[in-house]
């Protein structure tokens, strides 16, 4: 009954790939977001989507493409990998803007 | 199954008071301990604690980890109508190899009222 799921929990490539990191919540929220976590343990937020919508893109890479298929997916593709992007990234939703989130268990990237 | 419990899950004080607001969890391979203080989009992050009976402390703000009963708290004295948020606990987990996860719990909405 995971509230947040993403996968994959860890990931390991090789700078200049792509890949993806999928996130889905069985809330029913209507608000998804990607924070990278950075190694001070604060959280950056990247994205948010509400019902399908971008409505958050902070100071992102383009090479960072959100992509929702319905307002309980929200996936993060990452063209063209850089050593700098390896991090945790958490998925978390939330029923509206601005209320309390929920958090997926992360995903730790590793670009070699 | 990792699991962290906040409570009380919501709590509404008088500017003036002092809160303490809780978390316990039980996870394996427990690496630290998280608080952040979410207000609207995105959690400012507070403590990290990783030893037992250790205070750290910010301001008004502080908190301990007892790692033999598996909770940590997080006071705060004199409170603020600035402190109304939903105070976040996350347990790190050691997953192996240097990686890890994070496990939060529900949150404790504060408002705190003039």
């Known amino acids: 009954d995971t509230a947040v799921s993403q996968t994959p929990k860890y990931l390991v490539t090789q700078m200049g790939n792509d890949k993806s990191i999928k996130c889905e919540q069985n809330?029913?929220?209507?608000?998804m977001y990607w924070y990278k976590q950075d190694s001070k343990k604060f959280l950056k937020i990247m994205f948010s989507?509400?019902?399908?919508?971008?409505?958050i893109n902070e100071t992102v890479p383009n090479r960072f493409s959100p992509k929702s298929p319905d307002k309980a997916h929200l996936n993060l593709h990452i063209n063209s990998l850089e050593l700098g992007d390896s991090a945790v990234y958490f998925c978390?939703?939330?029923?509206?803007?601005?209320?309390?989130?929920?958090f997926g268990s992360g995903t730790q990237l590793s670009v070699l | 199954e990792d699991k962290v419990v906040q409570s009380p899950l919501s709590l509404v004080v008088h500017e003036g008071d002092t809160v303490t607001l809780n978390c316990s969890y039980e996870?394996?391979?427990?690496?630290?301990l998280l608080w952040y203080k979410q207000e609207k989009k995105a959690p400012t992050f507070l403590f990290m604690l990783?030893?037992?009976?250790i205070e750290k402390k910010s301001g008004r703000l502080s908190s301990i980890l007892d790692k033999k009963e598996l909770f940590s708290i997080l006071n705060i004295t004199a409170t603020q109508t600035g402190d109304s948020a939903v105070y976040l606990c996350?347990?790190?987990?050691?997953?192996?190899?240097?990686?890890?996860?994070?496990?939060f719990g529900k949150g404790t909405k504060l408002s705190v009222i003039p």
């Open positions: 990783t030893s037992s009976g």
């Open positions: 978390a939703s939330s029923q509206y803007l601005g209320e309390k989130l929920f």
């Open positions: 996350a347990v790190e987990i050691d997953s192996g190899a240097g990686s890890y996860q994070l496990t």
């Open positions: 809330l029913g929220h209507d608000t």
């Open positions: 989507y509400n019902n399908k919508e971008l409505i």
């Open positions: 996870v394996t391979n427990f690496r630290s």
